[in-house]
């Protein structure tokens, strides 16, 4: 993934999308961990990107998880 993705990009993606793009990029910062312990990182950037991408992924599941509770009837969760 080489940009960032915009949080409307996310919210017109299904659970599932959401879910396997929360794979592809645990996957991407695991990659980059190990090769920041290795000392072959070249893109300090690009950990840090990831890590927001991730954070912005679960924000957006979470957000549509409430919604469709809420929508349900069913009671919605304490924040």
Not at 34 to 59: C, D, H, L, M, S
Request: proline share 3%; hydrophobic share 40%; charged share 30%.
């Amino acid at each position: 993934m080489a940009k960032a993705t915009k949080p409307a990009d996310l919210r017109a993606k299904t659970a599932e999308e959401l879910e396997a793009l929360l794979i592809d990029l645990k996957r991407e910062q695991f990659n980059l961990r190990f090769q920041r312990a290795t000392g072959q990182n070249e893109g300090q950037a690009r950990v840090r990107t990831v890590r927001r991408e991730i954070a912005r992924v679960k924000t957006i599941a979470s957000q549509a998880l409430k919604k469709n509770a809420v929508g349900a009837g069913a009671p919605a969760a304490k924040s």
